[in-house]
């Protein structure tokens, strides 16, 4: 399974960080954080799209636009989405760490690492790159979830905590998340429903959880489907795969 040798991969990166000293290194990247939870609280006047930097994936293998990540992060900018997540894993999605830096350089939105976090030392190594939240999936990091919220928050890191399954949705609120992600996206599958974020988004009622609903959302009325069972939408393909990219994430954010 596909999944199973991300993590490996994962896994195997987070060996080499530890022994490389990572974990002794300073924390502070000198990069003074914004709220990604504040920026969807905020955002009232039009629908909270997280626009991701991703230049390939293993469900649609190279996809369209080669843009720089800070010429993206400009252009996503401008097309109005609320944060911008960059996918940093190599091997499946083309991504790496400096593309962070890059991103930054053009925009002051939050970003998101999106990765697959399977070790300590890979959160220590998050906080000191200029980004704001990190992704931490629960299937993947599963006992070690609150601790990993924990170590994030210390580090100015807000979590974004994703689930498939009403079990890992009620462990993420256990574990004091209040940025759940509803992965429509079945990792052992890799195939989307985006049906799954009003299954899920219906037992997560605390007031003070904030939801996103990720993956599969190809256009403009899927967002207003999702609308009423989330508070932010995570899209990737459909804007990278786009012919441009900043008229179709106007189509989404004000949908
Ligand atoms: O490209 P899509 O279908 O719009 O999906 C974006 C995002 O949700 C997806 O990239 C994603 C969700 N969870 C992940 C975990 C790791 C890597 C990638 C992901």
């Known amino acids: 399974m596909i999944i199973d040798d991300i993590i ?5 990166r987070a060996s080499a960080l530890k022994e490389s000293g990572g974990k002794e290194r300073e924390n502070d990247s000198g ?13 009232s006047d039009k629908n909270a799209v997280i626009a991701e930097i991703k230049y390939r994936s293993p469900a649609e293998g ?8 800070g010429s993206i992060a400009k252009v996503y900018e401008s097309g109005g989405c609320t944060a911008i997540s960059v996918l940093t894993e190599s091997t499946y999605f083309g991504g790496n760490l400096e593309n962070i830096n890059l991103a930054r350089i053009s925009t002051r939105l939050p970003i998101l690492r ?9 959160i220590i190594e998050t906080g000191k790159t200029p980004a704001d939240a990190l992704l931490l999936i629960a299937g993947v990091v599963k006992e070690n979830l609150k601790d990993y919220i924990a170590l994030s928050e210390s580090l100015s890191l807000e979590a974004l ?3 498939h399954t009403v079990k890992e949705a009620e462990e993420a609120i256990k574990s004091g998340a209040e940025l759940i992600g509803i992965n429509n996206r079945d990792l052992k599958t890799m195939k989307t429903d985006i049906s799954k974020t009003a299954e899920i988004s219906c037992l997560i009622q605390d ?31 459909s804007l990278m795969n786009s012919d441009s990219l900043k008229s ?7 949908a």
């Not at 490996?8 to 195997?12: D, F, H, L, R």
């Not at 990069?31 to 955002?43: E, F, G, R």
């Not at 179709?248 to 004000?254: C, D, K, R, S, W």
């Open 31 to 43: 990069y003074k954080p914004v709220s990604l939870k504040s920026a969807i609280k905020k955002c």
């Open 8 to 12: 490996n991969e994962a896994g195997i």
């Open 114 to 122: 999106k990765d697959f976090i399977v070790d300590e030392a890979q």
């Open 161 to 163: 905590v994703e689930v």
């Open 248 to 254: 179709t994430l106007e189509g989404f954010v004000f």
């Open 207 to 237: 007031a003070g959880v904030l939801k996103v609903s990720e993956s599969g959302i190809k256009t403009p009325e899927d967002v207003i489907k999702l609308k009423k069972h989330c508070d932010a939408f995570l899209i990737g393909t």
């Open 62 to 69: 190279n996809l369209k636009t080669t843009l720089a990540p």
